[in-house]
């Protein structure tokens, strides 16, 4: 992950010159569907990914068409879509984003490592409803002062967790969305009894994000039953021939409450 993230801070130093740019763009930007709103209904809804590789899994649909599988994930039950644009290991870009943006009405998560205000603007710009902030990425105050920052653009923020710590930080972010992922993101292991330990204890009136190793029904319904609001489906969809069909088989599971 440390190389991940100093990358992501070269990309986000080469972008600062056009910091300016973007704060003017950003003024003029029509509102984004809530990323926030679209993920507490009755059922467990699905945050179905777009990417084309992982350090985990290497290759997983190098020809993928962003706005092609937007298009059929939405008309499949998608509640939103998470769009890679981490270049290197994930083979996403910013290009990807808006072509998604333009092809579907669905609030989308700007998936990448946020170490950098600069990214926020290129987020909101380029039709982003929501960001992802990792607290395991950033030293707790910027974390804090990103996901501000990121609702003062009105993008909701995903903050993400894997222990006891990051998830006291993220409950104290206001409104934020809380995801726990069940992979360690050294050694790239998944162990689904990260989230068996942190999502139960989560207050109800924040949603939760089940996030990691889901392939099947069956993986949503274990989520609902630990009292998830919404899972995120990445590899498994993306490696989908019709990806349609494959998000198809697990949306309608309903969702449990906690507490």
Do not use: W
Request: proline fraction near 5%.
């Amino acid at each position: 992950m440390g190389e991940l993230t100093a990358a992501s801070r070269e990309r986000a130093a080469g972008a600062r010159g056009s910091a300016a740019a973007l704060e003017r763009a950003v003024v003029d930007c029509p509102p984004v569907p809530s990323f926030r709103g679209a993920l507490r209904r009755d059922a467990v809804q699905v945050i179905a990914e777009i990417k084309r590789r992982s350090p985990s899994k290497g290759a997983i649909n190098e020809g993928l068409d962003a706005p092609e599988r937007a298009v059929a994930y939405a008309a499949a039950g998608a509640a939103a879509l998470s769009v890679l644009t981490e270049p290197a290991r994930f083979g996403g870009s910013l290009d990807d984003l808006r072509a998604v943006h333009a092809a579907t009405p669905l609030p989308l998560l700007r998936k990448d490592f946020i170490v950098d205000e600069v990214q926020l603007l290129e987020a909101r710009v380029a039709g982003a409803s929501a960001v992802l902030l990792i607290a395991r990425a950033l030293p707790p105050s910027r974390f804090a002062a990103l996901a501000r920052a990121a609702q003062t653009l009105s993008l909701d923020v995903l903050l993400e967790v894997r222990d006891e710590g990051e998830l006291e930080r993220a409950l104290s972010v206001t409104d934020a969305v809380i995801g726990v992922n069940n992979r360690n993101l050294e050694t790239l292991q998944i162990d689904d009894v990260v989230s068996e330990r942190l999502v139960p204890g989560i207050p109800p009136e924040r949603i939760v994000v089940y996030e990691s190793g889901i392939s099947s029904r069956a993986g949503v319904e274990r989520a609902a039953s630990l009292g998830a609001d919404a899972v995120l489906v990445g590899s498994a969809l993306s490696a989908a021939a019709d990806g349609g069909a494959g998000l198809a088989a697990l949306v309608g599971v309903t969702r449990h409450s906690r507490g």
